[in-house]
């Protein structure tokens, strides 16, 4: 099979993005639009006919090149328009350049889980499929999930989609979390900006936010839309609505609109156990997938970059 490596004004993004939309492994990370939000300059490794491809997200630091997992990209790796079978899949990996001198990718869950070569962990993520009716899908809710959310209805707080971009953005601004303030880190915030902007124009994004009886956003949810799937983006909250529950009852406000259809709502994570006892007690299902890493660095420069 013969690779070749593309730096970012040469790569066809028509064709690269037509590759995405018909991928079997295909997701929202992996379009060019996205990565030119998170990963500016990203390069790539295709095959002669755009079918099989693998974005590389680079970055530079200590003057040297290195590949990293961009901000909201749980899944990228390996992208292909037919079943790949694993000894192609590892070709890319043989393939990425020597100027990478540290590697770090979050694969998607249809690459291989082990790569010759380099250190591999194994992740977690949970996905809910909606296709079944309201009442089938909450009959799998936990008992602590199913309480939280009674606990939204007698508060009378609504769910519905949020119009206004100007009062996401301020939530996420005065948003407390851990998460939050990675988001709004250097140059994160610029990026996640960017890509909120682009996901909007596009209409592959949706943000459905949790009222309270004056009418005030008190918690909200950035999900991304693509490949028959709905991404747990950005999930952004107040102490008030923390206080009320209020991401239990939004998320199951977001279900019964959506359940009944050939879908799935995405929970992209967690390794967290807190997190995972929360997605999986909507019903969703556990899934896995790979982070591949290589050190190559030199002397100090590797022991910096260890972890």
């Known amino acids: 099979m013969q690779i070749y490596h593309l730096k970012h004004k040469d790569i066809d993004k028509s064709r690269w993005d037509t590759t995405i939309t018909r991928s079997i492994n295909g997701n929202i990370y992996g379009y060019s639009w996205y990565l030119d939000a998170v990963s500016p300059d990203w390069e790539a490794l295709i095959n002669l006919d755009y079918s099989i491809v693998l974005p590389l997200t680079k970055a530079r630091k200590y003057g040297f090149s290195y590949l990293c997992r961009p901000v909201l990209s749980q899944q990228l790796g390996v992208f292909s328009t037919e079943m790949i079978k694993d000894s192609e899949a590892l070709e890319y990996f043989k393939a990425l350049p020597n100027q990478f001198k540290l590697i770090e990718i979050c694969l998607n869950k249809y690459n291989p889980l082990l790569v010759p070569g380099f250190s591999c962990s194994q992740h977690t993520s949970y996905e809910l499929d909606l296709i079944g009716e309201y009442s089938s899908i909450r009959s799998q809710y936990s008992q602590n999930n199913r309480r939280n959310i009674n606990k939204t209805r007698d508060q009378l707080l609504i769910f519905k989609p949020v119009p206004d971009l100007e009062a996401f953005s301020n939530l996420l601004a005065n948003d407390s979390s851990d998460g939050a303030a990675i988001l709004l ?18 209409k592959t994004g949706i943000i459905w936010g949790a009222y309270n009886t004056d009418n005030t956003l008190i918690a909200a949810i950035l999900f991304g839309v693509s490949h028959q799937k709905f991404y747990y983006l950005v999930p952004v909250n107040t102490q008030s609505g923390r206080d009320s529950r209020a991401l239990f009852g939004l998320i199951d406000a977001f279900i019964q609109q959506y359940c009944g259809n050939s879908l799935i709502l995405d929970f992209e994570g967690s390794d967290i156990p807190g997190l995972a006892r929360f997605y999986a007690g909507f019903g969703a299902q556990k899934t896995s997938y790979s982070f591949i890493r290589k050190n190559t660095l030199p002397w100090p420069v590797s022991v910096l970059k260890k972890s």
């Open 185 to 202: 880190k250097g140059n994160n915030q610029i990026r996640f900006n960017n890509l909120l902007n682009e996901m909007l124009k596009r």
